[in-house]
């Protein structure tokens, strides 16, 4: 069985860094693309961040600079850290395998806020 369980989110001020972590069991890891998506509320879900099996990595314009995803294969670990966070970044936070079917964790919840 596939799992994907985040953490690392919470409440911040403006101006802050968090550190998302995303655990992985059930699959090989390495195999597989990994993603960043957020929810906001009353919104669509965005695709934040991706790293591929080789560690390349990509982001949406508005966190370029300030998020950064990266991979650690050998713990099956996920991360997404994030600094200067902005109100606009409050957002249910999920990782995501894009296999088929895709994969996805429980979320984790960021809030911005002073």
């Known amino acids: 069985q596939v799992q994907l369980v985040e953490s690392g989110g919470g409440l911040v001020q403006p101006g802050g860094s968090l550190r998302l972590s995303c655990a992985i069991s059930?699959?090989?890891?390495?195999?597989?693309?990994m993603r960043w998506y957020r929810q906001i509320q009353g919104k669509g879900s965005e695709l934040v961040a991706q790293?591929?099996?080789?560690?390349?990595?990509s982001y949406v314009d508005s966190v370029k600079g300030r998020f950064t995803i990266a991979r650690d294969n050998a713990l099956n670990m996920a991360y997404l850290q994030m600094t200067r966070l902005t109100p606009e970044d409050t957002a249910v936070y999920y990782c995501?395998?894009?296999?088929?079917?895709?994969?996805w964790g429980q979320g984790t919840q960021v809030t911005v806020s002073s």
């Open positions: 995501n395998i894009p296999a088929f079917p895709p994969y």
């Open positions: 059930g699959i090989n890891f390495s195999l597989y693309d």
């Open positions: 790293i591929t099996v080789r560690g390349s990595s």
